[in-house]
């Protein structure tokens, strides 16, 4: 099998020969007669991967929600564009990276600034961090009390992201729930 157009880890594009089960050789290589040809199309290719879950519900919501980061958005002008959507339902974001913001993680107060209208969530490409609105905080804060990692000093939270309601959640071990 030959894999063609794939990057390598902390490398350049090459190509890759499997044979008999492993790596065989790496380069500019030439098909062989016969031989499987694959589009690696440019892809991270990494080995000894054998998780084959996925997440279909999390891929779904992806498909229904709003890129905050790169390359989608690259700054805090293109993040308040992006949000600019009608109506007054939640809206969710992903893939926020901190670049957008000059390095920066936004609290509920610079999110109001570009979205106070309806609810918003936002979630760091990471997926250990979630930024709210004040609006979202409203609503969920309406439902229950806030998980302990919000309310209490020491939570081991960002310093952007204070133990006071400033709408960041960061490296919980389970998810917030509300």
Known sequence: MLIRNAQLWQSCLSDVRIQNGRVAEI???EPRWGERLIDG???LLIPGLHDNHIHLAALSAQQSSIMCGPPAVSNAAELARA?????DGWLRGTGFHECVMDGKLPDARVLDGMI?????????RTGRMWFLNTPALAELLA??????AWSTTGSGLPAACS???TGCAAAFSQSPRF
């Open 83 to 87: 949000l600019d959507k009608p109506g």
């Open 27 to 29: 380069g500019t290589l």
């Open 41 to 43: 199309g440019g892809g």
């Open 116 to 124: 106070a209208h309806r609810p918003f969530r936002m979630q760091h």
């Open 143 to 148: 439902k229950a009390a806030p998980p302990p």
């Open 163 to 165: 133990t006071r309601m």
